[in-house]
């Protein structure tokens, strides 16, 4: 009797593995023709909330990726070298602090752009929920200008179109960000959003295609003061507090024909010579690396946009470079 039962068990339990091999074979078929097989296999790295290790998720959803950032930290530091700035980019660990004390991203949540609350943060994928998304930080802080100041520069996404902020906030409570205005780094960051390689303009052509109309020209003086804090802030104070600082439109000769100047009136050495053409301004003195006979300069080139955002941010700035301005004396008094 007991052989009878293990017999029929063991009938039974091959009766149901053969029912089951035939229902796999079935579902299979099924599952094959509904692509189902090919479901697993693309989703598996993949993960609900679009991963940045998934494989589709970095291809189809990231707006900003290391190859671009690697391009534009390569075109930062050439812009930066033009601008004869030096920048602190932020690595993605901790904070960076400028001079006015503030620390990125934690006060992101302070900023306002155009006088709006905004929401900003920083992820380097150029997706996220916040109204500006931070793929790059670079900061700038002087310790030339009157009182301390610092660019920070935010590259980010909005609504998924690139956006270069710039922030130059020296106190209060609000952090005033706006968008910036410099062109190059406008075209730069743009141009590797979209996958293609940036490079800085080269200035020597570009300058006859400089806007140069009057209206945008600055008070000759202001600029001299510029230059004067820019190339030696305490040797411009202290002879302008003596009374021995000059200002001239009509000295210029040779090289410098048509430029203006600052100088102590003494050693040609003594002299720095600028002019503006749209938002350039053209500096030359005498290369130190020269006897002052060679008659050889050093030529700079700096922006009016960048030598207001180290000296003429804020109403103290300005009260004191206004100041500094409106004490220059014209070269034609030094022989009265």
């Known amino acids: 009797m007991k052989k009878r039962i293990i017999g029929f068990m063991l009938t039974g339990m091959a009766i149901l593995a053969l029912t089951g091999c035939q229902n796999n074979k079935k579902n299979s078929s099924v599952a094959k023709q509904n692509g189902v097989g090919q479901v697993k296999k693309t989703n598996h790295s993949n993960t609900d909330n679009g991963g940045k290790f998934g494989h589709n998720a970095s291809v189809s959803t990231a707006l900003w990726d290391t190859s ?16 004869n700035q030096e920048y602190d980019k932020y690595d993605g660990d901790g904070q960076i602090t400028t001079a006015a004390g503030e620390k990125f991203p934690q006060d ?5 752009i155009n006088n709006q609350k905004v929401s900003i943060a920083y992820n380097p994928d150029g997706k996220g929920n916040a109204d500006y998304n931070v793929v790059a930080i670079y900061n700038h802080d002087s310790d030339k200008a009157p009182l301390e100041g610092h ?18 906030t020296t106190n209060g409570d609000k952090v005033m960000v706006k968008e910036t205005a410099n062109q190059d780094l406008i075209n730069g960051f743009n141009a590797i959003a979209g ?21 945008s020209s600055e008070d000759p003086k202001l600029i ?35 430029y203006d100047c600052i100088t102590t009136g003494g050693s040609p050495a003594s002299y720095y010579w600028f002019k ?4 350039q301004v053209i500096v030359k003195y005498s290369d130190p690396d020269h006897t002052v006979s060679d008659g050889v300069y050093k030529t700079e080139r700096y922006t009016v946009d960048r030598l207001k955002s180290d000296y003429y941010v804020n109403s103290g700035q300005k009260a004191e470079v206004n100041g500094y301005v409106n004490k220059l004396k014209s070269l034609d008094d030094l022989g009265d």
């Open 151 to 168: 660019i920070t520069y935010f590259f980010s996404f909005h609504d998924g179109k690139p956006v270069v902020l710039v922030d130059e």
């Open 68 to 83: 671009k950032q690697d391009k534009l930290d390569d075109f930062f530091d050439d812009w930066a070298d033009s601008m």
């Open 195 to 215: 996958g293609q390689t940036a490079s800085m303009p080269d200035k020597d052509s570009d300058d006859s295609n400089s806007s140069a109309d009057d209206s």
């Open 108 to 112: 992101f949540d302070r900023v306002y």
């Open 224 to 258: 001299g003061v510029f230059i004067g804090l820019l190339k030696d802030g305490d040797w411009f104070k202290d002879n302008l507090k003596d009374g021995t600082m000059y200002f001239s439109d009509s000295a210029g000769h040779g090289k410098t024909n048509g």
């Open 276 to 279: 503006q053409e749209g938002n």
